[in-house]
């Protein structure tokens, strides 16, 4: 228990301060008993990391139109294996590319890493552009 005494306005206060429990104290003044409520401290606030999603580029003329990421199957895609950003994109919708070819540079970490084909085939969709901040998984290129 912590006890004080205030003069105010010439008036003498002798105040003890007894337990906290959940944010209400136990104050006596002068004698008297009150129950008083302290302010919560606010939480501090979190901030949320903002990813861009990737939006796939253009399709080749012949192919009739665009490719959108939703109409994409990006279970076979090539995947961002760490958080980062995109520094350069290699390749477009409708190349031709070989396994062991580079299709992304990510930077992650302040090093930049060659992202390459895993197979042989076309690209069918690119779902990012350069600087683009990416998550561990997001789906950065698709081969078919």
Same mark, same amino acid.
């Given at each position: 228990?912590k006890e004080? %005494?205030?003069t105010?306005?010439? *008036?003498?206060?002798?105040?003890?301060i007894?337990?906290?429990?959940? @944010?209400?104290?136990n104050?006596?003044?002068?004698?008297?008993?009150?129950?008083?409520?302290?302010?919560?401290?606010?939480?501090?606030?979190?901030?949320?990391v903002v990813?861009?999603?990737?939006v796939?580029?253009?399709?080749p003329? #012949?192919?009739?139109?665009? *490719?959108?990421?939703? @109409?994409?199957? *990006?279970?076979?895609?090539? %995947?961002?294996?760490?958080?980062g950003?995109?520094?350069?994109?290699?390749? %477009?919708?409708?190349d031709?590319?070989?396994?062991? #070819?580079?299709?992304v540079?990510?930077?992650?970490?302040?090093?930049?890493? @060659?992202?390459?084909?895993? %197979?042989?085939?076309?690209?069918?969709?690119?779902l990012?552009?350069?600087?683009?901040?990416?998550?561990? #998984?997001?789906?950065?290129?698709?081969v078919?």
């Open positions: 228990m004080y %005494k205030y105010i306005n010439g *008036t003498k206060y002798e105040v003890a007894g337990d906290i429990v959940e @944010n209400i104290a104050v006596t003044v002068n004698g008297e008993e009150y129950k008083v409520e302290m302010e919560r401290e606010p939480e501090p606030e979190k901030k949320k990813v861009k999603t990737g796939a580029s253009e399709a003329a #012949d192919n009739g139109g665009e *490719t959108s990421a939703a @109409n994409v199957d *990006t279970s076979n895609a090539l %995947k961002a294996p760490l958080p950003t995109i520094i350069e994109v290699k390749v %477009k919708v409708g031709q590319v070989s396994a062991g #070819d580079t299709l540079v990510l930077e992650a970490m302040k090093m930049a890493n @060659n992202l390459e084909s895993e %197979k042989a085939g076309t690209v069918k969709a690119v990012v552009k350069e600087g683009d901040s990416v998550m561990e #998984d997001t789906p950065l290129v698709v078919e």
